[in-house]
Protein backbone atom coordinates (compact mmCIF):
# COMPACT_ATOMS: atom_id res chain seq x y z
CA UNK A 1 0.00 0.00 0.00
CA UNK A 2 1.07 3.38 -0.30
CA UNK A 3 2.12 5.99 2.70
CA UNK A 4 0.86 9.27 2.03
CA UNK A 5 -0.69 10.37 -1.40
CA UNK A 6 -1.12 13.97 -1.43
CA UNK A 7 -4.00 15.88 -3.74
CA UNK A 8 -4.24 17.70 -6.24
CA UNK A 9 -0.67 16.64 -8.12
CA UNK A 10 -0.45 20.13 -8.98
CA UNK A 11 -2.41 23.16 -8.12
CA UNK A 12 -1.99 26.92 -10.11
CA UNK A 13 -3.28 29.79 -7.58
CA UNK A 14 -3.09 33.60 -8.15
CA UNK A 15 -1.22 35.20 -5.69
CA UNK A 16 -3.40 36.56 -2.72
CA UNK A 17 -5.28 33.15 -2.84
CA UNK A 18 -5.57 30.42 -0.41
CA UNK A 19 -4.24 27.07 -1.33
CA UNK A 20 -5.22 23.63 0.06
CA UNK A 21 -3.35 20.75 -0.17
CA UNK A 22 -4.85 17.06 0.80
CA UNK A 23 -2.85 13.77 2.09
CA UNK A 24 -4.20 10.54 2.52
CA UNK A 25 -2.57 7.67 4.23
CA UNK A 26 -3.33 3.97 5.33
CA UNK A 27 -1.74 2.74 8.12
CA UNK A 28 -1.83 4.45 11.65
CA UNK A 29 0.53 6.98 12.38
CA UNK A 30 2.32 8.45 15.30
CA UNK A 31 2.67 11.76 13.58
CA UNK A 32 2.64 13.68 10.01
CA UNK A 33 5.50 16.20 8.96
CA UNK A 34 4.69 18.57 5.90
CA UNK A 35 7.68 19.39 4.11
CA UNK A 36 7.96 21.76 0.90
CA UNK A 37 10.79 21.19 -1.75
CA UNK A 38 11.99 24.28 -4.40
CA UNK A 39 12.61 22.64 -7.45
CA UNK A 40 15.84 20.47 -7.37
CA UNK A 41 16.81 21.57 -4.05
CA UNK A 42 16.13 20.37 -0.32
CA UNK A 43 13.72 19.59 1.69
CA UNK A 44 12.31 22.20 4.42
CA UNK A 45 10.42 21.16 7.03
CA UNK A 46 7.10 23.28 8.10
CA UNK A 47 4.86 21.29 10.57
CA UNK A 48 4.61 18.33 12.79
CA UNK A 49 1.47 17.77 13.44
CA UNK A 50 1.09 14.40 16.15
CA UNK A 51 -1.82 11.69 15.97
CA UNK A 52 -3.25 13.31 19.18
CA UNK A 53 -3.81 16.74 17.24
CA UNK A 54 -6.41 18.22 15.33
CA UNK A 55 -4.89 21.30 13.98
CA UNK A 56 -1.95 23.32 13.98
CA UNK A 57 -0.57 26.76 13.04
CA UNK A 58 2.62 28.52 11.87
CA UNK A 59 2.42 31.48 10.53
CA UNK A 60 0.57 31.48 7.58
CA UNK A 61 0.32 27.64 7.12
CA UNK A 62 -2.38 25.84 8.96
CA UNK A 63 -2.40 21.99 9.23
CA UNK A 64 -5.33 19.53 9.66
CA UNK A 65 -5.25 16.08 11.30
CA UNK A 66 -8.28 13.51 10.71
CA UNK A 67 -6.64 10.24 11.99
CA UNK A 68 -10.88 8.42 11.45
CA UNK A 69 -10.49 9.55 7.68
CA UNK A 70 -6.75 8.78 8.07
CA UNK A 71 -5.90 12.32 6.22
CA UNK A 72 -4.33 15.76 6.49
CA UNK A 73 -4.66 19.12 4.78
CA UNK A 74 -2.33 21.94 4.83
CA UNK A 75 -4.08 25.27 3.89
CA UNK A 76 -1.63 28.22 2.41
CA UNK A 77 -3.22 31.58 3.36
CA UNK A 78 -2.46 34.66 1.19
CA UNK A 79 0.24 32.94 -0.93
CA UNK A 80 3.14 34.28 -2.40
CA UNK A 81 5.32 34.13 -5.49
CA UNK A 82 7.94 32.52 -2.96
CA UNK A 83 5.07 29.75 -1.96
CA UNK A 84 5.76 28.15 -5.19
CA UNK A 85 7.20 24.87 -4.68
CA UNK A 86 6.39 21.10 -4.29
CA UNK A 87 4.57 20.18 -0.87
CA UNK A 88 5.08 16.61 0.61
CA UNK A 89 3.52 15.00 3.39
CA UNK A 90 5.26 12.62 5.27
CA UNK A 91 4.09 9.99 8.20
CA UNK A 92 6.01 8.20 10.96
CA UNK A 93 3.61 4.80 11.72
CA UNK A 94 1.89 4.35 14.84
CA UNK A 95 4.30 1.26 17.10
CA UNK A 96 7.68 2.83 15.69
CA UNK A 97 9.78 0.90 18.47
CA UNK A 98 13.15 1.66 19.54
CA UNK A 99 15.08 4.61 17.18
CA UNK A 100 12.96 3.60 14.01
CA UNK A 101 11.34 6.92 12.95
CA UNK A 102 11.47 6.47 9.22
CA UNK A 103 9.68 9.12 7.39
CA UNK A 104 7.65 7.92 4.50
CA UNK A 105 6.71 10.62 1.58
CA UNK A 106 3.78 11.22 -0.93
CA UNK A 107 4.54 12.11 -4.29
CA UNK A 108 4.12 15.71 -3.17
CA UNK A 109 1.90 18.39 -4.47
CA UNK A 110 3.33 20.98 -6.94
CA UNK A 111 1.99 24.49 -5.96
CA UNK A 112 2.34 27.39 -8.59
CA UNK A 113 1.11 30.97 -7.18
CA UNK A 114 1.36 33.44 -9.83
CA UNK A 115 2.14 36.62 -9.61
CA UNK B 1 20.22 29.01 13.29
CA UNK B 2 21.66 25.36 13.04
CA UNK B 3 21.25 23.24 9.64
CA UNK B 4 22.36 20.35 8.56
CA UNK B 5 24.81 20.27 5.76
CA UNK B 6 25.60 18.24 2.94
CA UNK B 7 29.26 17.75 0.88
CA UNK B 8 29.55 17.87 -2.19
CA UNK B 9 26.48 19.49 -3.73
CA UNK B 10 26.82 17.75 -6.86
CA UNK B 11 28.92 14.04 -7.49
CA UNK B 12 29.19 13.00 -10.78
CA UNK B 13 31.47 9.13 -10.96
CA UNK B 14 31.93 6.73 -13.43
CA UNK B 15 29.71 3.71 -12.59
CA UNK B 16 31.81 0.82 -11.04
CA UNK B 17 33.53 3.63 -8.75
CA UNK B 18 32.95 4.24 -4.75
CA UNK B 19 31.38 7.72 -3.81
CA UNK B 20 31.07 8.95 -0.19
CA UNK B 21 28.07 11.63 0.24
CA UNK B 22 29.30 13.64 3.85
CA UNK B 23 26.92 15.01 6.29
CA UNK B 24 27.39 17.02 8.93
CA UNK B 25 23.71 16.33 11.52
CA UNK B 26 22.56 19.41 13.77
CA UNK B 27 25.02 19.04 16.75
CA UNK B 28 23.25 18.00 19.60
CA UNK B 29 20.79 15.80 17.20
CA UNK B 30 21.02 12.19 17.84
CA UNK B 31 19.27 10.18 15.43
CA UNK B 32 20.32 10.26 11.54
CA UNK B 33 19.06 9.30 8.76
CA UNK B 34 19.85 9.00 4.89
CA UNK B 35 16.91 9.29 2.18
CA UNK B 36 17.01 9.53 -1.66
CA UNK B 37 14.87 10.82 -4.60
CA UNK B 38 14.95 9.51 -7.53
CA UNK B 39 14.41 12.37 -10.27
CA UNK B 40 10.70 12.74 -10.57
CA UNK B 41 10.15 9.91 -7.39
CA UNK B 42 9.16 10.05 -4.13
CA UNK B 43 12.06 10.75 -1.83
CA UNK B 44 12.47 7.07 -0.20
CA UNK B 45 14.21 6.09 2.96
CA UNK B 46 17.24 4.31 3.31
CA UNK B 47 18.77 4.24 6.68
CA UNK B 48 18.81 5.17 10.09
CA UNK B 49 21.11 5.45 12.46
CA UNK B 50 21.10 5.95 16.32
CA UNK B 51 24.01 4.91 18.76
CA UNK B 52 26.70 4.21 16.20
CA UNK B 53 24.62 1.69 14.85
CA UNK B 54 21.64 1.04 12.21
CA UNK B 55 18.51 1.16 13.39
CA UNK B 56 16.68 0.11 10.62
CA UNK B 57 17.47 0.09 6.65
CA UNK B 58 15.44 -0.23 3.91
CA UNK B 59 15.26 -2.86 0.83
CA UNK B 60 17.24 -0.38 -1.27
CA UNK B 61 20.04 -0.69 1.10
CA UNK B 62 21.83 -3.43 0.08
CA UNK B 63 25.58 -4.60 0.56
CA UNK B 64 26.27 -1.66 -1.69
CA UNK B 65 25.76 0.73 0.58
CA UNK B 66 27.49 1.56 3.95
CA UNK B 67 27.22 4.20 6.93
CA UNK B 68 29.36 5.71 9.37
CA UNK B 69 30.01 8.58 11.65
CA UNK B 70 33.76 8.83 12.24
CA UNK B 71 34.28 11.27 14.45
CA UNK B 72 31.43 13.33 16.44
CA UNK B 73 30.01 15.61 14.23
CA UNK B 74 30.40 13.90 10.09
CA UNK B 75 27.71 11.04 8.90
CA UNK B 76 28.84 9.43 6.25
CA UNK B 77 27.34 7.13 3.35
CA UNK B 78 29.41 4.74 1.07
CA UNK B 79 28.71 3.34 -1.75
CA UNK B 80 30.89 0.77 -3.01
CA UNK B 81 30.38 0.23 -6.63
CA UNK B 82 28.06 3.07 -8.42
CA UNK B 83 25.40 1.55 -10.94
CA UNK B 84 23.51 4.13 -13.46
CA UNK B 85 20.00 3.67 -11.15
CA UNK B 86 22.25 5.09 -8.02
CA UNK B 87 21.65 8.18 -9.96
CA UNK B 88 19.40 10.25 -7.17
CA UNK B 89 19.18 13.13 -4.66
CA UNK B 90 20.56 11.89 -1.58
CA UNK B 91 19.57 13.26 1.34
CA UNK B 92 20.72 13.55 4.83
CA UNK B 93 18.57 14.41 8.13
CA UNK B 94 18.76 14.31 11.57
CA UNK B 95 16.89 14.84 14.25
CA UNK B 96 17.02 15.48 18.15
CA UNK B 97 13.92 13.46 19.39
CA UNK B 98 12.82 10.06 18.52
CA UNK B 99 9.74 10.78 16.50
CA UNK B 100 10.76 14.51 16.30
CA UNK B 101 10.98 16.72 13.55
CA UNK B 102 13.15 15.50 11.14
CA UNK B 103 15.67 18.28 9.45
CA UNK B 104 17.16 17.60 6.11
CA UNK B 105 19.97 18.96 4.31
CA UNK B 106 20.63 20.34 0.87
CA UNK B 107 21.35 16.90 -0.56
CA UNK B 108 23.84 15.75 -3.17
CA UNK B 109 23.12 14.77 -6.54
CA UNK B 110 24.84 11.84 -7.15
CA UNK B 111 24.82 11.41 -11.25
CA UNK B 112 26.31 7.92 -12.31
CA UNK B 113 27.65 8.18 -15.48
Not at chain 2, 8 to 30: A, K, Y
Request: with cysteine; glycine share 8%; proline share 4%.
Amino acid sequence: SQQGEEDPQALSIQEGENATMNCSYKTSINNLQWYRQNSGRGLVHLILIRSNEREKHSGRLRVTLDTSKKSSSLLITASRAADTASYFCATVPLGSGGSNYKLTFGKGTLLTVNP
Amino acid sequence: EPEVTQTPSHQVTQMGQEVILRCVPISNHLYFYWYRQILGQKVEFLVSFYNNEISEKSEIFDDQFSVERPDGSNFTLKIRSTKLEDSAMYFCASSGAPLGEQFFGPGTRLTVL
